[in-house]
C-alpha cells in the first residue's frame, strides 16, 4: 500500500485540477475513487488468496492481518515460506508478466484485502507513468529478498 499512498501524494501535488466524483458526502479525486472502489474483502481464515501455478488474474494488497506466501516443489514438497504483512502487494511477478502466480498467499484471521484485476492494473500504469517506477521498486525488492533467501539455504 506504501506504492499507492507515495502516489496518491504525488497525484495530489499536480497542477491541474483533479477529476472529481462525489462519493457520499466527500469527494475525491478519480485515483482516490479507483483505490477505494476495490473489493475489500475478509477472507476466512486459512483462505488462498491465489495459488502457485495458476494462471494470474490480478494483484492483490493486505492492508491488515496476516498470512503466508509458499513454494512447493512439483511433487508438492514445500522449498520457500515467508510471512505477510500489511501493507504487501501480492502476485505483482504474475499480473506484471501475465504468468501464473509463483507462489501461493494464504491469508490468516482478521486479514483484510483488496483486489485489483490485472487489466485495470495495467491501465492505471499506462494512465500514471509515474507508477511504474515504484512498481519495479518493488519488484526489484522481491528479487533481492528471493537472492538472499537464497545464499542462505
Known amino acids: 500500500m506504501a506504492i499507492f499512498a ?3 501524494d504525488h497525484c495530489s501535488a499536480r497542477q491541474e485540477p483533479p477529476v472529481k466524483k462525489t462519493f457520499g458526502r466527500k469527494r475525491f ?13 475478509l477472507p476466512l481464515p486459512g483462505t488462498a ?14 492492508h491488515s492481518g496476516t498470512g503466508l506466501l509458499t513454494m512447493t516443489t512439483a511433487t508438492g514438497e514445500p522449498i520457500f515460506h515467508a510471512p505477510l504483512s500489511p501493507g504487501m502487494l501480492l502476485g505483482l511477478p504474475g499480473a506484471i508478466g501475465n504468468q501464473p502466480y509463483s507462489l501461493t498467499a494464504i491469508v490468516f484471521q482478521g486479514a483484510k484485502v483488496s483486489y485489483i484485476p490485472r487489466e485495470d492494473f495495467s491501465q492505471l500504469m499506462l494512465r500514471e507513468p509515474s507508477l ?18 537464497l545464499s542462505q539455504a
Not at 49 to 62: D, H, M, R, W
Not at 132 to 146: C, D, G, Q
Open 6 to 8: 507515495k502516489h496518491l
Open 29 to 41: 479525486d478519480k485515483f482516490r475513487l479507483f483505490i477505494l472502489a476495490l473489493v475489500l474483502a
Open 49 to 62: 488468496l491465489f495459488a502457485q501455478g495458476e494462471p494470474s488474474t490480478g494483484l492483490y494488497i493486505l
Open 132 to 149: 511504474s517506477l515504484h512498481v519495479l521498486r518493488v519488484l526489484a525488492a522481491e528479487v533481492r529478498t528471493a537472492r538472499s533467501a
